[in-house]
């Protein structure tokens, strides 16, 4: 079982997944109640740590994420990145601004993307969804999402690049 080390973020985990079992479970018996949000803690825990992958993953050196075999086109680094076995460890603080300024300029590169590719690659990556929650959400099929999905990741990387931040 995964451990939420940052005591804002466990907080926030907690409330989450009490609300998930109220909202969901409120008509179960007591005795099961338990059961359940030991479930649902878990996969709150879990979803946490793909948000922070998600996040770590576009504040990292972008160029680690391409091994440089020539097929960068044919996958998707966000489903094949792997989450750092502790997240929460502690970084200097030049890490620390140097990751800002990355956030920073991937918000001003979300701003210049096409209102499709941005809001698939939010829904996607940083809200978690699905390939099929997101097209039931766009009201488009899982395809184009995922080609919207590809384009912005293409789109924001070349933008980056252009901020002196490459791939």
């Known amino acids: 079982m995964f451990a939420v080390r940052d005591e804002e ?13 109220s909202d969901k479970y409120a008509e179960r018996p007591a005795e099961e109640l338990p059961l359940l949000f030991h479930r649902i803690i878990q996969n709150t825990i879990r979803d946490y740590y793909r948000r922070q992958k998600v996040r770590n ?15 960068d086109d044919e996958r998707d680094p966000l489903e094949t990145l792997q989450a750092e076995s502790d997240s929460n460890h502690f970084q200097d603080p030049a890490r620390l601004a140097e990751s800002a300024q990355v956030l920073d300029a991937i918000e001003d590169a979300l701003k210049n993307l096409p209102a499709r590719q941005r809001e698939a690659f939010l829904l996607r990556y940083w809200e978690n969804m699905d390939v099929a929650t997101t097209a039931a959400a766009m009201g488009c099929s899982e395809g184009s999402v995922k080609t919207h999905c590809s384009r912005a990741a293409h789109a924001l990387a070349a933008l980056l690049e252009k901020k002196g931040i490459s791939l």
């Open 9 to 21: 973020a466990a907080l926030d985990v907690v409330q989450d997944s009490m609300l998930k079992l």
């Open 57 to 71: 993953f576009w504040t990292m050196p972008l160029s680690s994420l391409f091994s440089g075999d020539g097929d």
